[in-house]
């Protein structure tokens, strides 16, 4: 079964520099889908960024861009010029390439709370 | 309006009570989530519908009772519910199974 680890319960930065959060996945499939979702404070659940594995060009999506590393299953967020708006629960999910049954489903690591100092 | 909608945002219930959280998609998907979200915990996938049929049932106790009367709406009936059942439930959308999901708010429910 695929796992989604987010190491890093908590993590702070300050406001305008860049910070990256660290996500690992094991999986034994080689087609799958990653994505970074950010949850507010209102608890909205928005999707900031989705990689596809079989693509090798890192995704980015403004100020936000992935460092994805299929052979050691990394998938990190770094967010450039942080803004106070930034802060929220950053939650790295996995997602099977096949569509079949419970494969279709997304995986959710733990979140990673970002706190963005003025 | 647009996106997923969810109603109410929160809830407080008794055990004994009966209620009926909401959810909307104005996206047109064909398949729509119940997720639980607890504290420490993953988000939980409870339920998946496609294209109004339940392809999903994570082995949810039987006081959760889920039902899609078309794809544009999904709804949560609770009864009998546990101070552990206390939870925000989130519900997502996404055009076909498989797809990127689409969130909505959320209830945070709590039950006495």
């Known amino acids: 079964a695929q796992t989604v680890t987010q190491s890093q319960p908590e993590m702070s930065v300050q406001e305008a520099e860049t910070v990256t959060l660290s996500c690992t996945y094991d999986?034994?499939?080689?087609?799958?889908?990653l994505f970074w979702y950010k949850q507010p404070p209102s608890r909205q659940m928005i999707l900031v960024i989705r990689?596809?594995?079989?693509?090798?060009q890192n995704a980015t999506e403004n100020r936000f861009s992935v460092n994805f590393q299929k052979a050691a299953k990394s998938f990190s967020l770094k967010i450039s010029d942080s803004q106070l708006g930034d802060a929220a629960m950053y939650f790295c999910?996995?997602?099977?390439?096949?569509?079949?049954?419970?494969?279709?489903?997304?995986?959710f690591g733990k979140g990673t709370k970002l706190s963005v100092k003025p | 309006e647009t996106g997923v909608t969810q109603t109410p945002r929160h809830l407080v219930m008794g055990m004994t009570n009966k209620k009926s959280l909401k959810c909307e998609q104005h996206?047109?998907?064909?398949?729509m989530y119940w997720y639980k979200q607890s504290a420490k915990k993953p988000l939980e996938l409870m339920f998946v519908?496609?294209?109004?049929?339940?392809?999903e049932n994570n082995s949810v106790p039987s006081r959760f009772s889920p039902e899609c009367p078309n794809s544009s709406h999904l709804f949560l009936h609770l009864h009998t519910l546990q101070p552990e059942d206390s939870a925000l439930y989130l519900c997502?959308?996404?055009?076909?199974?498989?797809?990127?999901?689409?969130f909505g708010p959320g209830t945070r429910l709590t039950v006495l």
């Open positions: 997502a959308s996404s055009q076909e199974r498989g797809d990127t999901q689409y």
């Open positions: 999986t034994s499939e080689s087609d799958y889908y």
């Open positions: 990689q596809e594995a079989y693509k090798q």
């Open positions: 999910a996995y997602r099977s390439g096949r569509y079949g049954g419970s494969q279709g489903n997304l995986i």
């Open positions: 996206l047109g998907h064909n398949a």
């Open positions: 519908y496609s294209l109004e049929e339940r392809v």
